[in-house]
């Protein structure tokens, strides 16, 4: 399946065809990323139910804590 991921484009193996799967082969951690899915926010309680497919885009940002 071809993804587009943060403006680049990704070729995933068959059978990852829900979100929560893909963010987890891309090697994100769930609680720590926010993800836009073709312009959307989704929160992370909606990604096992998302069905993903060829052509879809992604922007996955990671959330950094810290600052005094």
Same mark, same amino acid.
């Given at each position: 399946? $071809? #993804?587009? @991921?943060?403006?680049?484009?990704?070729?995933l193996k *068959?059978?990852?065809?829900?979100?929560? &799967?893909?963010?987890?082969?891309?090697?994100?951690?769930? $609680? #720590?990323? @926010?993800?836009?899915?073709?312009?959307?926010?989704? *929160?992370?309680?909606?990604w096992a139910? &998302?069905q993903v497919?060829?052509?879809?885009?992604?922007?996955?940002?990671?959330?950094v804590?810290?600052?005094?």
């Amino acid at each position: 399946m $071809q #993804l587009t @991921v943060n403006g680049e484009q990704h070729q995933l193996k *068959t059978g990852l065809n829900r979100l929560d &799967q893909v963010v987890e082969a891309l090697g994100h951690h769930p $609680q #720590l990323v @926010v993800v836009e899915f073709n312009g959307l926010i989704l *929160t992370p309680d909606r990604w096992a139910e &998302q069905q993903v497919k060829d052509g879809d885009s992604l922007e996955i940002v990671t959330i950094v804590g810290g600052g005094s």
